[in-house]
């Protein structure tokens, strides 16, 4: 089994470490609103996709959550 000889020095795991970080997430601009939202999804603000009406800005839910 593998071991290691010496012990790693807390410097060289905390610079490993330092690239483990979360990035925010991407915005883009809705060509429509002009507000921001994800790419690849339906603009929250005006429900357009792609150029086009798309059912409904926020989803409705007719049942309920215990």
Same mark, same amino acid.
């Given at each position: 089994?593998?071991? /290691?000889?010496?012990? #790693?020095? @807390?410097?060289?795991? %905390?610079k ?14 809705? /060509?429509?609103?002009? #507000?921001? @939202?994800?790419?690849? %999804? ?7 996709y792609?150029g ?15």
């Amino acid at each position: 089994m593998a071991v /290691p000889k010496q012990k #790693q020095a @807390r410097s060289r795991t %905390r610079k490993r470490r330092a690239q483990h970080r979360i990035s925010s997430p991407r915005l883009n601009e809705c /060509p429509h609103c002009h #507000q921001p @939202r994800l790419p690849h %999804r339906v603009c929250p603000h005006c429900g357009t996709y792609a150029g086009r009406e798309v059912e409904s800005a926020a989803p409705d839910h007719d049942h309920d959550h215990d």
